[in-house]
């Protein structure tokens, strides 16, 4: 499966921002899809996740309250909607597909492919 995560780029605090990530070369509607993010300098972080009928929801406690995981299985795309953005938001996001168990959701080694990353600058 091959994962490209688009519409990062540099936005002010406060503003609203939406990612994407079109998959390629599997059975998209068979996948868990998550994003994480990383910051420079430190570790890979969980975001959000989405089962795959897209029924079930999870998200990190750092974004919880502020973003909306969805995803549309016909068209093999995954969006995350970020709102009220924070300088702290500042990271490189990823998006990954896989199967892990509903514990597991939110952990980096559950996933099996993983996209390029997009860069998402929070800076007034």
């Known amino acids: 499966v091959l994962l490209q995560a688009y519409g990062g780029g540099l936005v002010q605090p406060g503003d609203s921002l939406r990612l994407f990530c079109v998959a390629s070369g599997g059975t998209f509607r068979s996948y868990v899809m998550a994003w994480f993010r990383q910051a420079p300098g430190t570790e890979r972080e969980f975001v959000a996740a989405?089962?795959?009928?897209?029924?079930?929801?999870f998200y990190g406690g750092s974004v919880k309250g502020r973003s909306t995981i969805s995803r549309d299985n016909a068209k093999n795309t995954v969006y995350l909607q970020m709102n009220n953005l924070k300088a702290e938001d500042t990271a490189v996001y990823y998006c990954?597909?896989?199967?892990?168990?509903?514990?597991?959701?939110?952990?980096?080694?559950?996933?099996?492919?993983w996209g390029q990353g997009t860069l998402v600058t929070v800076s007034s």
């Open positions: 989405i089962k795959e009928n897209g029924r079930s929801t």
């Open positions: 990954a597909a896989g199967h892990p168990i509903t514990a597991a959701a939110d952990t980096e080694g559950a996933y099996y492919y």
